[in-house]
């Protein structure tokens, strides 16, 4: 059962593990707007397009730090390792509001 904002988050990170589109997809702001290096702003479409069909480049991702920072964002850190043998860690900025994904900011690491 899903109660708090961190609960959202993880849950949204092991469904993007494990590609269940279908049990991510509600998790989601019909607003739902997404941010990274390498993304300005994606809505909710295109994010679940371009960017959650991607676990498969991983070969392990560990969540380090699930930290609520008030009643709406969270912070998590995390590292992954990629199937090519790098690995790195980023932080994400969530926004979670009435149970669901309003915004994710991506800040990409460096290696480990």
Do not use: W
């Not at 702001?29 to 702003?41: G, I, V, W």
């Amino acid at each position: 059962m899903i109660n708090s904002q961190t609960d959202v988050v993880e849950a949204a990170f092991r469904y993007y593990r494990s590609q269940d589109r279908d049990a991510a997809f509600p998790l989601y702001a019909d607003d739902f707007s997404f941010t990274s290096p390498q993304d300005d702003h994606i809505d909710k479409a295109t994010f679940f397009e371009r960017c959650f069909p991607t676990a498969d480049r991983l070969k392990e991702q560990r969540l380090l730090h699930v930290t609520p920072a008030d009643e709406e964002l969270v912070f998590v850190h995390y590292e992954y390792e990629l199937t090519t043998g790098a690995r790195h860690r980023n932080v994400e900025a969530i926004t979670v509001r009435d149970g669901l994904i309003h915004e994710v900011q991506v800040f990409f690491g460096g290696t480990v």
